[in-house]
């Protein structure tokens, strides 16, 4: 069960993709972090990752956790962004034969899981094949 | 002056067919295709709603006008699908672009009007001077009860509009709103699905209520159909606009670029808005466009946009709209349908 204060405190990265960089060394870091695991740094700069990519590796859930058991079969992979950063999110509204490593595919604001009929929905990012 | 400055769409890549639909309630899809001028819907995926659509189209919205979100003062959606009783869609769309936390933020509702209705008021903001840029939404994950006439036309879209009064696309020559209390169609509190007044919701309700706006912001601002390249008229099934365009004098060339719902179906809050932004895909400076929007309870309304040389500037920065209905669409079954509109009954 997913607690609205935890969710909310997630809203930057989930919605508008922010991430941070270290002002000393220069590291980003995507979910941003309160302190640079490198310099130990705690001046972190806002920045944003990239909304393209391309598969990296993927995989299709058959068996999922209880959340998402309605989206089953759905697929999964990590992207490498166009700007290094790799993220993992579900890859939606695509045939499964048309997954390859390299396709390009870019980010989309989906609903990722409601908390039943009662409570709150949760939104973030999915990936889209991208032409 | 004041006027569109950024407009994007959103339309989800699922559609079902009107045979498909027919098939299972034992109808006859051919006259139901002649009957309302209609071939299929799209369909909006699991996980896809009001504001997940609504955020889509607005970035696309942000792509053509070039502003950091952080300056928009207002965000509105219209939508009778907002996914919660209680708690803003505005404010998802509004933190998701970055507008937040200095924004006016609302949701409209109001049948088929509540995207129109937000851009009334956005753009009465930015013409007050009050905001520097207002967003207004019309989006819709419209719901037909299964086998009723509805069914076959209640789709999904977005459109988005931001308001500013710099470096605009199609400056506003004139705006008028049309209302009376008319209960043609409506959705009660706990219901899963609208009720409608059948052909009540002709005459008294969608035909004279356009034609009053159509004829008052005519009137108001002095001009004839003649006067304009385009019109958008809102879209419940394709024969309305049609007919209601030629009883007020305008023909099927100034209709058919903006006329998307054939083979898109029934936007609801975003009909007409969506209609205003595929013409405004093909429109060339100096165009006029007159935009009249419906919405059942009851009442219309209407803008009169100028096109400016901007357009040719902003137009490809974005999807088009006839593009994002024509290309990478995934047909539909009906089970598959009623599963991702949540149509089947489960276990707790």
Request: proline content about 5%.
């Amino acid at each position: 069960m997913t607690t609205p204060s935890r969710y909310w405190r997630e809203i930057p990265q989930r919605y508008r993709l922010e991430a941070n960089k270290c002002s000393k060394c220069g590291i980003k870091f995507f979910p941003p972090r309160l302190i640079c695991p490198e310099c130990k740094n705690r001046e972190l700069e806002k920045t944003k990752i990239a909304e393209t990519g391309k598969i990296i590796t993927y995989t299709v859930i058959r068996v999922p956790p209880h959340q998402f058991v309605d989206q089953a079969p759905y697929a999964v992979g990590i992207v490498e962004l166009d700007d290094g950063f790799k993220l993992t999110a579900q890859i939606v509204d695509c045939d499964f034969e048309d997954l390859k490593i390299g396709q390009k595919v870019r980010i989309e604001f989906r609903k990722i899981f409601d908390e039943g009929e009662s409570g709150i929905l949760c939104y973030g990012y999915k990936f889209v094949l991208d032409e | 002056m004041e006027g569109i400055i950024g407009y994007g769409a959103y339309i989800p890549r699922n559609r079902i067919k009107v045979e498909e639909i027919a098939k299972v309630w034992g109808a006859d899809a051919s006259s139901y295709k002649r009957g309302l001028m209609l071939e299929e819907k799209s369909v909006p995926s699991p996980d896809q709603d009001t504001i997940t659509m609504s955020v889509e189209a607005a970035k696309n919205a942000l792509r053509r006008a070039g502003i950091d979100p952080v300056d928009i003062g207002a965000v509105y959606v219209g939508s009778e699908s907002h996914p919660y009783a209680v708690k803003p869609s505005g404010t998802v769309l509004a933190e998701a672009l970055g507008a937040t936390p200095e924004v006016h933020t609302a949701d409209f509702e109001f049948a088929c009007k509540a995207g129109t209705e937000g851009m009334f008021v956005a753009l009465s903001l930015v013409k007050a001077g009050e905001i520097k840029y207002g967003l207004a939404v019309g989006a819709d994950t419209s719901q037909g009860a299964p086998g009723d006439a509805l069914e076959y036309s209640a789709a999904a879209g977005a459109a988005a509009f931001i308001f500013g009064q710099k470096n605009i696309i199609a400056r506003t020559l004139d705006t008028y709103s049309y209302m009376t209390d008319t209960p043609d169609f409506w959705r009660r509190e706990y219901q899963y699905y609208p009720q409608h007044g059948g052909r009540f919701t002709g005459d008294p309700a969608y035909f004279s209520h356009t034609k009053g706006a159509a004829k008052g912001i005519m009137k108001k601002a002095g001009m004839k159909p003649v006067d304009f390249d385009y019109v958008i008229f809102h879209q419940p099934n394709g024969k309305f606009p049609f007919r209601v365009g030629k009883m007020l004098g305008f023909n099927e060339k100034q209709i058919e670029p903006g006329w998307l719902v054939n083979r898109l179906g029934n936007t609801y809050s975003g009909s007409s808005p969506l209609g205003l932004t595929a013409t405004l895909d093909i429109s060339n400076p100096g165009d006029r466009i007159l935009i009249v929007s419906y919405g059942s309870g009851a009442g219309s309304d209407a803008f009169i946009f100028e096109v400016t040389e901007r357009i040719d500037e902003v137009r490809d920065m974005a999807p088009k709209t006839r593009d994002l209905l024509d290309k990478d669409k995934n047909y539909l079954e009906y089970g598959e349908y009623a599963k991702f509109r949540q149509k089947i009954r489960k276990a707790n």
